[in-house]
């Protein structure tokens, strides 16, 4: 019986690729528990006292709340308005016209410094709009193209004779949308939520343009400390970021699983 023996090259490349990308993760997380007040990796000598000074700092640990609401808040009106706009946009594609899809994948289209200068003048300055609302509108324009498109691709796959075979038995428009196509696409919205949460909570470009006193994002404060500090603080932060990520894939996996998410 004939085995296949495996490329050395192969092999070679594979540990390459998985140097590059797990490279600056294991980087990061050295310099997080070196034991200096700088930024330095190999580490020289461990301690956890800087993940301690993060809720140490006022800003950070506001800063983290604003991010965490402001993430939650955009990704469930980004949610709200795109399950609904993408059902349309492939319940009705054939009335419905062409360019109309167009519109939702602007915020992607336009660069996000754009979007985020554009959203203080007409909305922060011109309209006199609170910070942290000016924010919500500019990470909730900046995630619908995600949830839109995402969930397009689920209800993409649908059948929606099953659809109109539950309304032609007598069920109401909207409870069959709630208990037919909705359970249908639910991998769909979970996989845009996770991506529509995680790029919100990582911006930096448009929210750059939308803080203001008072009200800032983790990022952003990130780089205001950058500015003044070179300690492992902000290695501290990243892990952190890092690990909220982990964090929400693994509960994916734990209740749904991941494969359930490619279905």
């Known amino acids: 019986?004939?085995?296949?023996?495996?490329?050395?090259?192969?092999?070679?490349?594979?540990?390459?690729?998985?140097?590059?990308?797990?490279?600056?993760?294991?980087?990061?997380?050295?310099?997080?528990?070196?034991?200096?007040?700088?930024?330095?990796?190999?580490?020289?000598?461990l301690t956890l006292r800087w993940f301690e000074n993060i809720f140490e700092i006022s800003a950070f640990k506001r800063t983290i709340i604003t991010s965490l609401e402001l993430a939650f808040l955009a990704t469930g009106l980004a949610l709200l308005i795109g399950i609904p706009a993408a059902y349309a946009l492939n319940r009705y594609r054939i009335k419905l016209p062409s360019w109309l899809s167009t519109v939702f994948v602007l915020p992607i289209l336009v660069p996000e410094i754009v979007l985020g200068?554009?959203?203080?003048?007409?909305?922060?300055?011109?309209?006199?709009?609170?910070?942290?609302?000016?924010?919500?509108?500019?990470?909730?324009?900046?995630?619908?193209?995600?949830?839109?498109?995402?969930?397009?691709?689920?209800?993409?796959?649908?059948?929606?004779?099953?659809?109109?075979?539950?309304?032609?038995?007598?069920?109401?428009?909207?409870?069959?949308?709630?208990?037919?196509?909705?359970?249908n696409v639910r991998?769909?919205?979970i996989a845009a939520f996770i991506l529509a949460f995680i790029t919100s909570i990582n911006d930096v470009s448009t929210s750059l343009f939308l803080t203001g006193?008072?009200?800032?994002?983790?990022?952003?404060?990130?780089?205001?400390?950058?500015?003044q500090f070179f300690d492992p603080t902000i290695a501290s932060v990243s892990v952190l970021l890092m690990l909220l990520t982990v964090a929400v894939m693994s509960i994916v996996e734990r209740t749904l699983g991941l494969t359930f998410l490619a279905k």
């Open 187 to 189: 991998s769909g919205v």
């Open 117 to 183: 200068f554009s959203l203080l003048k007409s909305v922060a300055v011109g309209m006199q709009t609170p910070i942290f609302l000016t924010l919500l509108v500019g990470h909730m324009l900046l995630v619908l193209p995600y949830c839109v498109r995402v969930v397009s691709a689920s209800l993409a796959s649908f059948d929606f004779s099953i659809e109109e075979a539950a309304v032609s038995l007598g069920s109401p428009p909207v409870k069959t949308f709630f208990t037919i196509v909705l359970p």
């Open 213 to 227: 006193p008072g009200v800032s994002t983790l990022p952003i404060q990130i780089l205001a400390h950058v500015e």
């Open 1 to 45: 019986m004939m085995t296949s023996r495996i490329n050395p090259l192969l092999i070679l490349f594979t540990v390459l690729v998985y140097i590059f990308l797990m490279g600056p993760l294991i980087i990061v997380l050295g310099a997080s528990v070196s034991d200096t007040t700088y930024l330095t990796f190999p580490p020289q000598g």
